[in-house]
């Protein structure tokens, strides 16, 4: 099991998200974390973490935005499966056990590919704003969507990159991640992974999905 963190600038958080990768019921086998060439002081505090704890590897790119820092994350991991979060997010203590359990699970009568999961909203000042994404009941992502991506020409996974893990060969099957493609990297790897594999969900908010002016989603849909 890897733990593929992406971070640029989110110095201030960074730690809390170590810790909470560190903090996992079932320890994660390595944790990669890809500084997309920050400004603030996030490489020494990943360099510090790196040196503390031997599961951690940190390394320093230079800026080529997040669908790169994404590609060599996934690059750098090892492990079988592949669990994706953002350095500003904070993972539930049993998130890792709840994935691997999940994948486990056959869905539609095939081992699914990848899992995807709810995230709790907060803010500084609001400590609950609720789980995203929202998907009405008897609606839920689940399964094998080819069909549902056919039908509606948009993937029915829109759950955000700290929501998302896949399978290691369905990732070798997906590729890297386009920057210029115009569609952030959790929508490629969704859409790609719809495509390709069966998916389960977990109806739990398995990571704390931080609010803050400075992230990509701040005022819009996701806030």
Known sequence: MSVAITSYNYGR???ECLESCLAQTIAADEIVMIDDGSTDN?????STYSLRHPQIRAIRNKNQGMCSAANAAIAASSGDVVLMIDSDDIMAPERIEKVLAALRMP???RVPGWVHHPLKRFSAAQKDLG???????G???????VDQVHQLVHCPVVT????????????RAIGP????RGMQQDMQLSLAGTLFSPVAFIAEGLTRYRIHPE???AGGLMS
């Not at 955000?160 to 990732?171: I, K, V, Y």
């Not at 991640?177 to 210029?180: A, E, G, P, V, Y």
């Open 13 to 15: 958080y960074l730690a």
């Open 42 to 46: 996030s490489w020494e505090i990943a």
């Open 107 to 109: 869905v539609d009568g």
């Open 131 to 137: 789980l995203i994404p929202h998907y009405a009941a």
């Open 139 to 145: 609606a839920l992502p689940h399964g094998y969507l």
């Open 160 to 171: 955000p990159m700290s929501g998302l893990a896949f399978r290691r060969e369905l990732l």
């Open 177 to 180: 991640l386009d920057d210029d």
């Open 215 to 217: 992230s990509s989603s």
